[in-house]
């Protein structure tokens, strides 16, 4: 089992910029490859961006690139994303996710990531 927990949702104006934490308890957390997804009200939860167990790889869905950097921490077993020049269409619920490095050395597919969090509010005011 792995435990996930987001912070660092919150409001901020269009422009602004947000860092949203994602801390993994439980089994190792560099047997995980790690994602972050989203679902805005009405709407189905998105790809937002992926890295790989090492680190050395990520991917992002084409609406956040250039804007949002996702990163891992091994010493505190805490993925993040860090999202600059925010839009309001941005505004979401954004979850972590954990897939199975063993399976998946990077996924974008959400039936991929066996772990999820509960998820963290990001709302970006025009």
């Known amino acids: 089992q792995v435990q996930l927990v987001e912070s660092g949702g919150g409001l901020v104006q269009a422009g602004g910029s947000l860092r949203l934490s994602c801390a993994a308890s439980g089994r190792t957390f560099s047997s995980y490859s790690m994602g972050w997804f989203r679902q805005a009200p009405g709407k189905e939860r998105e790809f937002v961006s992926a890295?790989?167990?090492?680190?050395?790889?990520?991917y992002y869905a084409d609406s956040v690139k250039g804007r949002f950097t996702i990163s891992r921490d091994y010493a505190k077993n805490t993925v993040y994303l860090q999202m600059n020049s925010l839009k309001p269409e941005d505004t979401a619920a954004y979850y972590c996710?954990?897939?199975?490095?063993?399976?998946?050395?990077?996924?974008?597919?959400?039936?991929?990531?066996?772990?999820w969090g509960q998820g963290t509010q990001v709302t970006v005011s025009s």
């Open positions: 890295i790989n167990w090492s680190g050395g790889n990520s």
């Open positions: 996710a954990a897939a199975p490095a063993s399976r998946w050395g990077i996924t974008t597919v959400e039936k991929n990531y066996d772990y």
